[in-house]
């Protein structure tokens, strides 16, 4: 246990489905991130949310909706989602914008 | 933009091998950097750091040097064992703004006895 847990650990969706994939920390940090990681790529950074403020997206598609309620809790809204976003979804977060970062043990998520 | 080349695997060893997984980044300025390490089923824990040219981060007899002459940060451990199997990034911490981690697309290792 990392200190950082998501939940589910697999999801299998349809594309027309709605679902949520859930982050929780209790580390006292206040940035959280949401990763995508796809087979012989890079880890991309999806979102960053400081203090519960939004202060990056990259460029990711509008069917992926991050939502940070307070600074425990991160979430990833999921509708209409393609097989090519089939992946583990890492979530992190750190003290500080950038600084060390703990993970979770991600969500795998398979879009059928 | 900032960016990690690491080199590509999967690396298969024996154990009690010498293990070298190298690393190279483009940065502007001279960000932090990191190895970390994902074994099967879980997230990514740091292993190891560095925050400025020269410095060495270890643990768990892993090793790493912060050269600034060719923006390298190549990992190293003297003998391997089965646990060691995993897979590495190595990563770096981009300056100014908006800090973030940028990764490599990491190096598979496994370690037969």
């Known amino acids: 246990e990392t200190g950082v847990t998501q939940t589910p650990r697999h999801l299998v969706m349809g594309m027309t489905n709605k679902k949520s994939l859930k982050c929780e920390q209790h580390l006292g940090h206040n940035a959280m991130y949401w990763y995508k990681q796809s087979a012989k790529k890079p880890l991309e950074l999806m979102f960053v949310y400081s203090l519960e403020e939004r202060v990056e997206n990259n460029s990711v598609p509008s069917r992926f909706s991050p939502e940070c309620p307070n600074s425990s809790h991160l979430f990833l809204h999921l509708h209409t989602l393609q097989p090519e976003d089939s992946a583990l979804y890492l979530c992190?977060?750190?003290?500080?914008?950038?600084?060390?970062?703990?993970f979770g043990s991600g969500t795998r998520l398979t879009v059928v | 933009g900032d960016s990690v080349t690491q080199m590509e695997g999967p690396v298969t060893l024996s154990e009690e091998a010498f293990l070298t997984i190298n690393c190279t980044y483009t940065a502007t300025g001279y960000p932090s950097l990191f190895w970390y390490v994902q074994y099967p089923g879980e997230g990514l824990q740091l292993l190891l750091k560095a925050t400025k040219a020269d410095d060495k981060g270890s643990n768990k007899g892993f090793e790493a040097t912060y050269r600034k002459e060719t923006t390298s940060f190549h990992l190293e451990k003297g003998s391997v064992q089965v646990s060691d199997s995993a897979v590495y990034f190595c990563a770096l911490l981009t300056q100014g703004g908006s800090e973030k981690l940028v990764f490599g697309k990491g190096t598979k290792l496994t370690v037969n006895p």
């Open positions: 992190a977060s750190s003290q500080r914008q950038g600084l060390g970062y703990t």
